[in-house]
Structures are given as C-alpha cells and as structure tokens.
C-alpha cells in the first residue's frame, strides 16, 4: 500500500498490489491452489512428487507424431493455422462420437463443443448457470479444478459424501431436501464417476440410475467430469451416465489423460439447447479453440493405435498402482486408511486423529516427498486430516521411496 492507495487488502489479497481497489468482487476468492504452490519444491529432483497429477507421456510415439505435425503443415497448413468455428472442426467431433460409444453414449457431433481441455469445459458450464450465490453439489473431496471454476463465478459448493462405492444416494437426496428447505438456487451437480480426482474410487453402476433420478426428481442438472473413464486397469469401462439420461446430463471429456495434456483438447457434450450456450460462451472465451492442436488429435486418432496406445497408459499406470499400494500396506503406521483405485491416478488417504497434513508438508518437503494436502479439494475447510497420492508420473521405485519417507514423517508426527 502506497500514500498514493490508501486502501485496505480484501480477502485474498495482497496489500502490496497497487491495483487492489480495481479488481471486480469474484476475484476475492481467487487464491493460488495448494497444489501450484507446492509445484517450485516439488519439482526438484531430489523430492519425490506425489502431489501433481501430472500424466506420464513417455510412452508417447514422438517419432512418428513429429512427422505427422510436419506433414499437417506442409499439406494444410493454411487451414490448421487459421482460426476455425467456435464448435471445434467437424472431423474431430465424430471421433469423439465413436470415442465416447466405448462408454455406451450416443450423441450427434453438432451437440460436441470443443474446449481448450475440460478446464475450459468447466468454466464454460459454470459460466452460462451460475449466478453469484447459486449452489453447485459436488462430492467432498472434489476436483480442485472444478473448485476453482465454482469460487471464480461465486457459486457455493454443497458438498455430499463418498464411499467406496463413489458418491453416496442418500446424502445426494438429503442435501438437496435440505437446500430446497432453505430455499437455495441449486444448479448442478458436479460428479466425476469413474477413477475419482482425488478420492480414486468408482461410482458403483448400481447406483448411477438412482443418483440421475434423484437430480431430475430436484430439478438439477447433471454435470459429468470424466477425463479416466478409459483408465481402467482391467480394460473395464462403465456406463456414463450421459448414456441413459442424455437430456439432463452434460458430460465433459478430455484427451489429456488419453493423448496428450499439452495440446488442451477436450471437449463438451451437452443436451441440444445448452449447447447453443455453450458456443457463445466459446466465442467470448477463446474465439475457436486451437484449429492445428484439434489437426493433430484428429489425425492421431485415425492413423495411429489410439487404443493400444489406451491399454499402454492402463499398464503404465497398473504398474505404478501397485507400486503404490504395496508400499502403503508395507510402510503406514497403523492407524492410517486409504482407497484402492482400479483406474486413473489417486490415492486418498486419511491420516490418524491429530495429524494435520497441512502443518506437516512442510516437514515431508524436507524429507524429500511431497503430497497434496486434503483441505485444497473441499471448499468448506474440511480434509485436515486427508491427503492425495499420485501415483502417474514417478517410476514405481521411486513411488516406494516416496511412500518410505512418508511413513517415517508420519510417525514422527504421530510421536509429537
Ligand atoms: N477434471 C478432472 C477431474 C481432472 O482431474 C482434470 C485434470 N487434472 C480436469 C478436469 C482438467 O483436465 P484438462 O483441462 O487437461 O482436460
């Protein structure tokens, strides 16, 4: 604060920002995720991340993908470094029809936007339904992205508990009575199915209908986040629920978990009338979204084994999962519990009565692992005591390495 800028910080703010009595409102709750800013340490190579969810790429085949980029300039150039249609190009969104078949969808590519990753997604929806003050459901812990896009817009974020089984019905049914009863605007529900981010658990198929039927019974909408549906590590692929309620469900889909993350291709399939939302809410966010990243995923999809490319990433992964679990079962105090994820790349963990995982990260940093710490994926201060695993970017030593130093940090911490 300047003699200049006599004005007092708000929430969230700095005081040394100068332009602290310019921003709008909303940006009060915007505040650097836990998770970014523990990227600088984590990512020095003597610390054994567990924290980002960073896909491992690897096994990527950069020899015959550079060639192709090569070949898309040198025949179309002109098209695919030119803007294109809010909408996303045409062949592209097909391939995302038969994609999305696998899970047993059956949409029109006129009703596919796509989004620069299902971030844009995300805030795309959140955009055209919330109003400062409407609510969003969402299961606690929730993705810290979705999270972000939720305080950006001012919703509130009502969160309903999980099981092993994913999302519970029940507690879906009982906050929304509840939030009926106090007369709150509820918009959606915010669900990630399959391989959660971070719980690592799967919605139960047996449960999907009633969770649809509880939503149109309030009168919510759906919303359907499902970047690992196809990260299962048996080869197994559940029913969206996009699949048996296409008109109250808007599903969002991503190539970064089964292509590449840094070419930000995802997409949105919605019921016809949002859809319509959904392309203006593109054009004033983006214009279009990048026409030669959308080239290269759509000529990836026709010339190359994009399925054998899906089972190499589930082996990757597999790999890495049990790496992890048997280091949990071999080193964690007793005490301490987590979920067993078939599919994607989280482990939740719940630590023992009295353990901060917060105050105690930066003790883990100093013993060389880190982790993501579980009050960033809830957005009412709860998950003191929880924390997240990634087991998708390190080798499966180093995964037991990391896990080793976390167990002798927590006994430690249990001995204070
Ligand atoms: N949803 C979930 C549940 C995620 O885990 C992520 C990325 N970690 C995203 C959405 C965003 O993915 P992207 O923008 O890369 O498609």
Redesign the pocket.
Known sequence: MTENHPVKPRAGHTNLDPHLDRYAARTAGMTASEIRALFAVASRPEVVSLAG?MPNLAALPLNSLSTQVSEIITEEGLVALQYGSAHGIPTLRDQICEIMALEGISAHPDDIVVT?????G?DMVTRIFCDPGDVVIAEGPS?V??LGSFTAYQAKVIHVAMDEHGLVPETLREALAQAKKNKLRVKFLYT?PNF??PAGVTLAVERRAEILEICREYGILVVE?N??GLLGFNGQVYPALRSTDPDNVVY?G????TFA?GL?V?WVLAPHAVREKLVLAAESATLCPPTLNQIIVSRYLSTHDWKGQIKNFQENYRERRDAILNALDNYMPPGCSWTKPDGGFYVWMTMPEGVDTKAMLPRAVTARVAYASGTGFYADGFGSRQLRLSYCYPTPERITEGVRRLASVLEAEMDL
């Not at 991503?254 to 978990?257: A, I, P």
């Open positions: 969810g620069v990753g299902s971030q844009m995300l993705y992205g979705a990630i959660h981010n986040d970047p690992y969002l991503s190539f970064s978990k993350s930000r995802g």
